[in-house]
């Protein structure tokens, strides 16, 4: 790997690690990588509502009442705010949804320092739904791009790197 990482001594004591040299294209995560963690996440998603309709077919719910029942309403809204915190607010904070922990992949900008909050939303929101309405063209593109970026890692200006530790800033 040609990433190097410097620290840089910021106010107050704190320091700061800047990643110089950062090819991504010897960072990138692999494309079958990344298509595990889309699989660990979208089965995390669809549990919730189908766990729900299980327990409410056992429940002796059938046809319309099935749907109608509450707890299958409470199951999506559950569904929904865990897609929010799976694909914005984790990503945001740690540069990972559920499935990229699992995999040890990371989301950082393209000069490899930390995504913050308006690359994560380029990315993950106005990205994901571009790439969705490509009919999902737009996630296969990182199998035939050299730096491994699909379309919402363009338009987010990240780039998702196969690297699960954090390096941690050591203070003087």
């Not at 960072?27 to 309709?53: E, H, N, W």
């Not at 865990?82 to 990229?100: D, R, Y």
Request: with cysteine.
């Amino acid at each position: 790997m040609s990433a190097k990482a410097e620290k840089a001594v910021l106010g107050k004591g704190k320091i700061e690690q800047i990643i110089t040299d950062f090819d991504a294209e010897s960072l990138k995560a692999p494309f079958l990588l990344r298509c595990g963690a889309f699989l660990i996440d979208y089965i995390l998603l669809v549990s919730v509502p189908t766990i729900s309709l299980l327990l409410g077919r056992f429940s002796g719910y059938d046809g319309a009442k099935l749907l109608n029942n509450p707890m299958n309403n409470v199951s999506w809204l559950i569904m929904i705010l865990l897609a929010l915190t799976n694909f914005v607010i984790l990503p945001m904070f740690s540069g990972q949804s559920l499935g990229k922990m699992f995999t040890g992949l990371r989301i950082v900008n393209t000069d490899g320092t930390f995504a913050g909050f308006t690359h994560i939303l380029r990315r993950n929101v106005f990205g994901y739904l571009i790439t969705l309405c490509t009919g999902f063209l737009g996630f296969l593109l990182s199998a035939f791009n050299a730096k491994g970026r699909a379309l919402h890692d363009i338009i987010g200006g990240t780039v998702v790197i196969y690297g699960n530790k954090v390096p941690k800033a050591i203070k003087n």
